[in-house]
């Protein structure tokens, strides 16, 4: 949320009302989970909305706490026009970098969308060679209702897959972490060492694949570094 005029004001429906003055009637929020971490897919969530849609508490999804989070998915599943989601893998990330897999993943979730969106707001990222006009908005997950429901939706769904991922890989803690490159994580990493979710491309998870660094564990520096080189 942000201050307007010494109020607390969340997303609104402002964007998508301006698309609705321009003829659009199908106006989806794209956003994305899971950019950031060491391990696990990163998902992306498309979201239409009725008309005027009020959701009380909807917010950036990582400005909501995880119990508020589950409430507001169901909330948005139950009124939404539409919901689709889209993953990109852990492979593909290691293939393609972590900014095109996150369009890969976007572009999956615009694709499972019925009925199809005629217009889009994403979170900043920029899609190219779409079939309807798209509108990148800076930090779009505190500013546009659409873009903030598909941010909470991306990042449960996230959640729930590493909840899965804690059961077959139990050593890792994914379940607390869900990935993220926390400390307990970067020292179950250098104990363990990668398992199968984990991206081989980001900078603690490659030093212990290589051993260019020796056997000291990754750091939070080393952290520093993957988000350089992923950006």
């Known amino acids: 949320m942000?201050?307007?005029?010494?109020?607390?004001?969340g997303p609104t429906d402002e964007f998508e009302l301006e698309a609705r003055r321009r003829g659009?009637?199908?106006?989806?929020?794209?956003?994305?989970?899971?950019?950031?971490?060491l391990?696990?897919?990163v998902v992306a969530a498309a979201v239409i909305l009725p008309t005027r849609c009020r959701l009380a508490g909807v917010d950036d999804s990582k400005q909501v706490s995880e119990s508020a989070r589950v409430q507001l998915y169901e909330v948005i599943i139950r009124r939404a026009r539409a919901v689709g989601v889209g993953i990109a893998t852990e492979q593909e990330i290691d293939c393609l970098n972590i900014?095109?897999?996150?369009?890969?993943?976007?572009?999956r979730a615009l694709a499972s969308l019925t009925p199809s969106a005629d217009c889009l707001l994403i979170d900043?990222?920029?899609?190219?060679?779409?079939?309807?006009?798209?509108?990148?908005?800076?930090?779009?997950?505190t500013l546009s209702i659409s873009i903030a429901a598909a941010s909470i939706v991306a990042k449960v769904t996230r959640d729930r897959m590493m909840a899965v991922y804690h059961q077959t890989?139990?050593?890792?803690?994914?379940l607390s972490h869900k990935g993220y490159g926390t400390e307990e994580h970067l020292q179950r990493l250098a104990q363990y060492g990668p398992c199968a979710i984990h991206r081989r491309t980001f900078a603690p998870v490659a030093q212990l694949l290589d051993g260019?660094?020796?056997c000291r564990p990754p750091s939070r520096m080393d952290l520093g570094e993957s988000s350089r080189m992923n950006q």
Request: glycine content about 12%; overall charge positive; proline content about 10%.
């Open 212 to 214: 260019r660094r020796g």
């Open 99 to 107: 900014l095109e897999a996150t369009r890969l993943a976007m572009r």
């Open 124 to 141: 900043a990222v920029i899609l190219s060679n779409l079939a309807i006009p798209s509108r990148p908005i800076i930090k779009g997950d």
């Open 2 to 9: 942000r201050p307007l005029n010494g109020r607390i004001v």
């Open 24 to 37: 659009y009637r199908l106006i989806a929020g794209l956003d994305e989970a899971g950019r950031g971490p």
């Open 39 to 41: 391990a696990g897919p």
């Open 169 to 174: 890989y139990p050593d890792y803690n994914f």
